[in-house]
């Protein structure tokens, strides 16, 4: 499935690009992204509860703009994405038994992204445009890590677990694929050379690497999950055909 996707979202890169006629651009972008990991976390005797991280951070990257028809085009970019995340102190009984009477923990979601959006531009004045757009997104997700850290009551903390949840031997079953697939929609404003696009990408595929937890011999919860993100991106062409 991963290859077909792969495939199609290449194939249909070469498509476009064959077939841009009138105006393109190349330019940057850098923005406010705000990744949402949902993940089923299976609890032994209950139905799985659907446990939702969210991360803040920052996207960077580079953008080819292209117009087939007047108004109608497409957008592929290439974008470095980087989030972070971190709890306040909670009692030990809210998270896991231990010795440590608080603990909390800190995340990092690191990724590179190939957007590939179909869009449709509105002139609503001279040299300003509306922007809506609708697209897939391959992501490969490089680092996402959780550390948990733990203080006794003379409030001096210590790492007492690292996770990386990418990782067979850190996570076993609820190890996570790297590849992944997400489908955006959303709108902006370009003024001339530059532009602001904000949207919304829904998680399209499982990125649970197996399909069903082997709790017990009578408790076998099927996994599921997605990964969503919020953005919004500045950005400038500077290259123009």
């Known amino acids: 499935m ?3 996707i792969l495939c199609i979202i ?3 890169c070469n498509i ?3 077939h841009a006629e009138n105006k393109q651009y190349v330019g940057l972008q850098v923005g406010f992204t705000h990744p949402i990991t949902r993940l089923n976390a299976p609890i032994v005797g209950k139905e799985t509860t ?3 991280t969210a991360y803040n951070g920052l996207k960077v990257g580079v953008v080819y703009d292209a117009t087939i028809v007047k108004g109608f085009g497409y957008t592929i970019g290439l974008n470095y994405t980087f989030g972070a995340n971190a709890t306040d102190w909670m009692k030990e009984i809210a998270t896991q038994p231990g010795s440590y009477p608080q603990v909390r923990s800190r995340g990092q979601y690191h990724q590179v992204e190939i957007p590939v959006d179909w869009q449709y531009k509105f002139e609503i004045a001279q040299h300003t445009w509306l922007i809506l757009y609708t697209g897939p997104t391959l992501q490969c997700g490089l680092v996402l890590k959780d550390k948990w850290y733990a203080r006794m009551d003379d409030k001096s903390d210590a790492l007492t677990l690292e996770e990386n949840l990418y990782s067979k031997e850190d996570m076993g079953d609820y190890a ?5 697939v997400t489908w955006g929609i959303g709108a902006g404003l370009q003024y001339e050379r530059y532009f602001l696009r904000g949207g919304y990408d829904f998680g ?3 990125p649970y690497k197996t399909t069903v937890f082997e709790i017990s011999n009578d408790y076998k919860p099927y996994t599921r999950g997605r990964f969503d993100q919020w953005q919004i991106k500045l950005g400038i062409y500077l290259w123009e055909k």
């Open 204 to 206: 399209i595929i499982n």
């Open 2 to 4: 991963k290859k077909s």
């Open 50 to 52: 659907l446990n939702a």
């Open 16 to 18: 476009l690009l064959i």
């Open 10 to 12: 290449f194939a249909c």
């Open 176 to 180: 996570l694929k790297r590849l992944n």
